[in-house]
C-alpha cells in the first residue's frame, strides 16, 4: 500500500498550487483521504478529508473557501486545489488513507500516509 504525494512547489503569496496523491495497493474507494500538513517547527495539523464518495467533505478552518479537495475514485488519486495562498500555508503536505476514521482530524485514524511534498509561499 502506497501513497505518492506530487505537485508541491514555490509559488508567491496569492497565488495558486495544486498537489495530487497517486494510490496503489489499496481499494482507492473503500478509505477517506486527507491532507495534513506540517509547518516549519510546527505539528502536523489537519487540512481537508474526503468521504469515500465525496459526499462527506471536512475542511480545516485554515482552508475553508480557499482549499478545494477532489477524489477520483476510477484513477485512485486525491488532489488539493490551494488558491489565495498564504506564507502561513507553507509546510510539507502529506496525504493520508483511512478506512475506518471516525475523527478526520485525528492522525491516527488514518493508517496509510505518503511521504509529503514540499509547498512553500513566498511573501
Known amino acids: 500500500v502506497q501513497l505518492q504525494a506530487s505537485g508541491g512547489g514555490l509559488v508567491q503569496a496569492g497565488g495558486s498550487l495544486r498537489v495530487s496523491c497517486a494510490a496503489s495497493?489499496?481499494?482507492?474507494?473503500?478509505?477517506?483521504m486527507a491532507w495534513f500538513r506540517r509547518a516549519p517547527g510546527k505539528e502536523r495539523e489537519f487540512v481537508v478529508a474526503?468521504?469515500?464518495?465525496?459526499?462527506?467533505?471536512v475542511y480545516a478552518d485554515s482552508a475553508e473557501g480557499r482549499f478545494t479537495v477532489s477524489r477520483d475514485n476510477a484513477k485512485r488519486t486525491v488532489a488539493l486545489q490551494m488558491n489565495s495562498l498564504k506564507p502561513e500555508d507553507t509546510a510539507v503536505y502529506y496525504c493520508?488513507?483511512?478506512?475506518?476514521?471516525?475523527?478526520?482530524?485525528?492522525?491516527?485514524?488514518?493508517?496509510?500516509w505518503g511521504q509529503g511534498t514540499q509547498v512553500t509561499v513566498s511573501s
Open positions: 493520508a488513507a483511512g478506512r475506518w476514521v471516525m475523527d478526520p482530524y485525528r492522525e491516527t485514524d488514518y493508517e496509510v
Open positions: 495497493g489499496v481499494t482507492f474507494s473503500d478509505y477517506v
Open positions: 474526503s468521504g469515500q464518495r465525496s459526499v462527506n467533505i
